[in-house]
Each structure stands twice: as C-alpha cells, then as structure tokens.
Nanobody, 124 residues
Framework: QVQLVESGGGSVQAGGSLRLSCAGS????????MGWFRQRPGKEREGVAT???????SYADSVKGRFTISQDSAKNILYLQMNSLEPEDTAMYYC??????????????????WGQGTQVTVSS
C-alpha cells in the first residue's frame, strides 16, 4: 500500500505561483512513476506532469514551461512548482503513484494510488 497526502493548494491571482507538495509512504512508494493530475470544473481528470524513478520528467502541453515536477527522495516528497498561473489552471490537483494494476495510464506510467486532492483557485 502507498499513502499520499497533498498540501499547498490555495487561492492566487493570475500570474502568481504556488508549490504543491505530496508526502508519500508505503512499501512501494518511489519505485516507479509519480505524477500530478488535475480535475477542472466540469471536466475529466487530466495528467499534468510525471517523473520517473530515473528522474525523467514529462509535462502536459498546457503547463510546459510554467510547471516543474520534482521530488525529494530522501524525504519521500513530491513537488509541483506552478508559476505564471492562469485562471484555466483552477482545479483540484491530485498526486498519484504507480500501481501494477492501476486503471490510469499516462505517459507510459500506470497509476493506481491517489491522494485526496488539494484545491487550486486562480482568479483573473
């Protein structure tokens, strides 16, 4: 089992920044991909960024150049630095981890562990 707990969400004006954190624990944490997803109002959940165990990162086109995914392996914390935020970034953001039977495939990774989510609201 893997447990994931997000924090760092909040309200910010357009152009501002936020850093999301995801504290992870469990037997298989950190052995595969980690990722951030989001669900915007009225839309399906979508992938935002992933990082593989070797450090390779991948981003959705909509956030490329503005968001940065990183992790502190020693502390088992995953981060998402979000800069130049836009109202369209308003969403519930979820941290996710690899699961061998996970139902969500994204950027070559199979995700099946999810955090509870943290809300990000960007006002214009």
């Amino acid at each position: 089992q893997v447990q994931l707990v997000e924090s760092g969400g909040g309200s910010v004006q357009a152009g501002g920044s936020l850093r999301l954190s995801c504290a992870g624990s469990g037997d298989t944490y950190g052995t595969g991909c980690m990722g951030w997803f989001r669900q915007r109002p009225g839309k399906e959940r979508e992938g935002v960024a992933t990082i593989k165990s070797g450090g390779t990162t991948s981003y959705a086109d909509s956030v490329k150049g503005r968001f940065t995914i990183s992790q502190d392996s020693a502390k088992n914390i995953l981060y998402l630095q979000m800069n130049s935020l836009e109202p369209e970034d308003t969403a519930m953001y979820y941290c996710a981890a690899t699961h061998q039977y996970g139902a969500t495939w994204y950027r070559g990774c199979r995700f099946g562990y999810w955090g509870q989510g943290t809300q990000v609201t960007v006002s214009s």
